[in-house]
């Protein structure tokens, strides 16, 4: 009997190689959208630690300077704020095309890879199916044979 071969296992390869390359490309765009949301939390995180020095300063001696200066920090990292949510919505559209992508090639690779299995299965079916049936004619030939028969008896 011979060896399995699907005909379609260079397709196969070729779809594998597509969803590899769809799932690194979204995995880059997804770390470029991490940063900038991790960034987008540091800045609000630090903008309220300096709300919180800033109200603590308002009380007492006051320093006009250093109030002055925390507010255009904090100024200054809210146009930045604006700036990474507009980069993080721009980019949105990229990303969900990545993933549609990723999904489309990733279900084309395993309707194949099913198509495979089955027919693999047809093929070991087909084999067991052969080798009964030479099972069956070697037992029947050894029934028919007049001196097996009489070493029987």
């Not at 699907?6 to 769809?22: G, I, M, T, Y």
């Not at 919180?52 to 001696?61: F, H, N, R, T």
């Not at 990229?94 to 047809?122: K, N, S, T, W």
């Amino acid at each position: 009997m011979t060896g399995f071969r699907f005909q379609l296992d260079a397709l196969l390869r070729k779809l594998e190689a597509d969803e590899r390359s769809a799932h690194e490309s979204l995995a880059v765009l997804q770390r470029s959208r991490t940063v900038q949301q991790d960034r987008l939390r540091e800045i609000s995180q630090l903008n309220q630690e300096d709300l919180q020095q800033q109200a603590s300063d308002l009380v007492g001696l006051v320093n006009p300077d250093q109030v002055r200066q925390r507010a255009a920090r904090t100024f200054a990292r809210t146009r930045e704020a604006d700036r990474l949510v507009l980069e993080i919505a721009a980019g949105e559209p990229a990303f969900r095309e990545a993933e549609q992508r990723l999904a489309v090639v990733r279900r084309e690779r395993r309707q194949y890879e099913r198509l495979r299995e089955r027919r693999l299965e047809a093929h070991r079916r087909e084999a067991q199916r052969r080798e009964q049936m030479e099972m069956d004619e070697i037992a029947q030939r050894m029934g028919s044979d007049p001196i097996q028969r009489r070493r029987m008896a």
